[in-house]
């Protein structure tokens, strides 16, 4: 059974950074995407950044292009997101979420493809 039990989110102002992390458990795939996605109140959930594994190939949303960075820590079976100079329009819960896969033709950003998710974290971000 995997599991995945996100942290480190918190409340910021606009401008300001916040690292996420997914710890992942029972999950021993060789390949397979990894990714963030976000959902604010009333709106759709989306993806924000992914990563698949298998290649180290990493996706991004054009919202957050050159603001996030996804990694992956193998050791420790851990998932990151890195969130610099947030903006308001941020605001979300971030949840992380696994699919098993190999192959690189895989829509890495679409939520619906995903098998296994966290409970998210939430992020605040005060202009």
């Known amino acids: 059974q995997v599991q995945l039990v996100e942290s480190g989110g918190g409340s910021v102002q606009a401008g300001g950074s916040l690292r996420l992390s997914c710890a992942a458990s029972?999950?021993?795939?060789?390949?397979?995407?990894m990714g963030w996605f976000r959902q604010a109140p009333g709106e759709e959930r989306e993806g924000v950044a992914a990563?698949?594994?298998?290649?180290?190939?990493?996706y991004y949303a054009d919202s957050v292009k050159g603001r996030f960075t996804i990694s992956r820590d193998n050791a420790k079976n851990t998932l990151y997101l890195q969130m610099d100079r947030l903006k308001p329009e941020d605001t979300a819960m971030y949840y992380c979420?696994?699919?098993?896969?190999?192959?690189?033709?895989?829509?890495?950003?679409?939520?619906?493809?995903?098998?296994?998710w966290g409970q998210g974290t939430q992020v605040t971000v005060s202009s």
């Open positions: 990563i698949y594994t298998g290649r180290g190939y990493t």
């Open positions: 979420a696994v699919k098993p896969y190999i192959g690189s033709s895989f829509p890495a950003l679409n939520p619906g493809k995903y098998n296994y």
């Open positions: 029972g999950y021993t795939y060789n390949s397979a995407y």
